[in-house]
């Protein structure tokens, strides 16, 4: 599934943010260049809708859109908040983009400030449309970018100037990204897209377990999404393990004890059941690692919706 192992290689997520008409979709096309298929805008069963994947010989980009992030904040409530910063954490690095012809903001501020509360990703500001103005006022436009990072407590790692449309500095963004990412295999094969089929039948059946002798109770109330589906790193060919790890979304708060049952008991039940018939589509063992929050009213929030993949 995943391309071999090879000493060195980088592979991880960034998410490209940014106010609306930033460049954040001009970005990423620009860097996934003509090596890569780029992806429908059709959500994913994950909650991050991949972009596109940039394939190097050293590294593997994932280019994730996180939810909520280009929504007003003011629409979603706490718990929501909380799902939203829950995506944002598992991006290894965050990417603002701020428009070189247009001064930074309060918009930008406003995202900037959510993103300083993310403390495990690494944080980039690109200085995006640096063909529209002078060196002059992109010097400017550099050193507003380094206030706002020392304003809201951000550490900056890379503050890079980019013109996508020019083709310039794109290619030093994409070396500078990379090596900011993790050490780890390419997590899609060579080429691939990224619609990854396997994760929507593994949510399906999680989700089937979920409501196996409850589908009374939980009429439609459940949402599965597969966070992370990865190949365990260093087995042997013959004894393959894929870890999955998985969160179950139920709407209301009375649901959470009927899914996770007296002390754990029914969503071990689920998680040994799915465990089972995962291993058999996969062909490989499986960890599975299970979780359940709530999204409250999912179903009738179309925002939710799109995020969990309907
Ligand atoms: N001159 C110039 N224009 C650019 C550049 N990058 C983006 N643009 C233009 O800026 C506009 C917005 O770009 P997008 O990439 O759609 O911006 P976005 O951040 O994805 O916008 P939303 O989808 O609204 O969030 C488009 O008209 C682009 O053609 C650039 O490097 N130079």
Request: charged content about 25%; some cysteine.
């Amino acid at each position: 599934m995943t391309a071999p192992e090879q000493a060195g290689f980088r592979s991880g997520f960034v998410s490209f943010v940014g106010r609306p008409n930033a460049g954040k979709s001009t970005l990423t096309n620009a860097l996934v260049g003509q090596k890569i298929v780029i992806t429908s805008d059709k959500p994913q069963t994950t909650r991050s809708v991949v972009r596109g994947i940039v394939h190097r010989p050293d590294a593997q980009l994932i280019l994730v859109d996180t939810p909520g992030l280009h929504r007003p904040r003011t629409l979603l409530g706490e718990r929501l908040n909380d799902l939203v910063h829950a995506t944002w954490s598992e991006v290894d690095v965050i990417a603002m983009c701020f428009p070189a012809n247009e001064r930074v903001g309060p918009g930008d501020r406003h995202i900037a400030a959510d993103m300083a509360k993310i403390s495990r990703a690494t944080k980039v500001a690109v200085a995006t449309k640096t063909d529209l103005v002078s060196p002059e006022r992109l010097a400017r436009h550099l050193m507003d970018i380094q206030a706002v990072g020392v304003e809201l407590g951000i550490e900056w790692k890379e503050i890079v100037p980019v013109s996508s449309v020019g083709g310039s500095q794109i290619d030093l963004l994409t070396d500078l990204l990379a090596d900011l990412l993790p050490e780890g295999p390419a997590l899609y094969p060579d080429g691939d897209l990224t619609d990854s089929p396997d994760e929507v039948l593994v949510a399906e059946l999680i989700r089937e377990a979920a409501l196996e002798g409850v589908r009374d109770e939980l009429p439609h109330s459940i949402a599965v999404v597969v966070e992370e589906m990865a190949l365990r790193e260093g087995r042997d060919a013959d004894k393959q393990l894929t870890d999955i790890h998985a969160t179950l979304f139920v709407e209301r708060d009375s649901q959470k004890g009927i899914v996770i049952g007296h002390k754990g008991s029914r969503l071990k039940e689920v998680g040994q059941t799915a465990r089972l018939q995962i291993a058999d589509l996969l062909g490989t063992a499986v960890y599975l690692d299970l979780r359940v929050k709530l999204a409250k009213d999912w179903q009738r929030d179309p925002r939710q919706l799109r995020r969990l993949g309907f």
